[in-house]
C-alpha cells in the first residue's frame, strides 16, 4: 500500500509552506533587496528599469511573492518547532495518534482514519515507542 506516507508528508509541508508565504519579510529580506535593489541601481537616481521606472518601493512588491516562494521550501528549525507545537498539543514532547488525527484535521481539513493515522506515525516513528518525538519528526518532514 502506496499511502500515506507520501502524500500526508506533502501536505504537512504544503501548511507550513503556506504560513510561510504568508508572513511579512523580515529586516533581513529587506536589506537583501536592497542590496540587490543598489546593483541594479547603477546611477543612483532611486530608479531602475525593468521594462519602466521602478523605485524600491515596487521593487520590493514585485520581488517578495518571489522571495517567500524560494524560502518557503526552505523550513527552518524555528518553523519545524512551531508546526510541532501545532501537533503536540499537550506538549508532553510527542505526538500520539490522536493528536496526529486532531491536527490533520484542524490545520489542513484532512480526514484520515485511524489506520491511515496509525500508518503516518509507524512510518515516523523511528524507536518504535508508538508516538513521534521531535527529532523523528523533524525526519519526517525532511524526506
Ligand atoms: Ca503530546
Ligand atoms: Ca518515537
Redo the contacts with the bound molecule.
Keep these: 500500500m502506496q499511502f500515506p506516507m507520501g502524500p500526508a508528508c506533502i501536505f504537512l509541508r504544503k501548511g507550513i509552506a503556506e504560513k510561510q508565504r504568508e508572513r511579512p519579510l523580515g529586516q533581513d529580506e529587506i536589506e537583501e533587496l536592497r542590496e540587490a535593489f543598489l546593483e541594479f541601481d547603477k546611477d543612483r537616481d532611486g530608479f531602475i528599469s525593468l521594462g519602466g521606472r521602478v523605485d524600491f518601493d515596487d521593487f520590493v512588491e514585485l520581488m517578495t511573492p518571489k522571495l517567500l516562494a524560494e524560502t518557503a521550501g526552505m523550513i527552518g528549525v524555528q518553523e519545524m518547532r512551531d508546526a510541532f507545537k501545532e501537533f503536540d498539543t499537550n506538549g508532553d514532547g510527542?505526538i500520539t495518534l490522536g493528536e496526529l488525527q486532531q491536527a490533520m484535521q484542524r490545520l489542513l481539513g484532512e480526514k484520515l482514519t485511524p489506520g491511515e493515522i496509525a500508518e503516518v506515525v509507524q512510518e515516523a516513528?523511528?524507536?518504535?515507542?508508538?508516538?513521534?518525538?521531535f527529532e523523528?519528526f523533524v525526519k519526517m518532514m525532511s524526506r
Excluded: K
Design positions: 510527542a516513528d523511528v524507536n518504535g515507542d508508538g508516538t513521534v518525538d523523528e
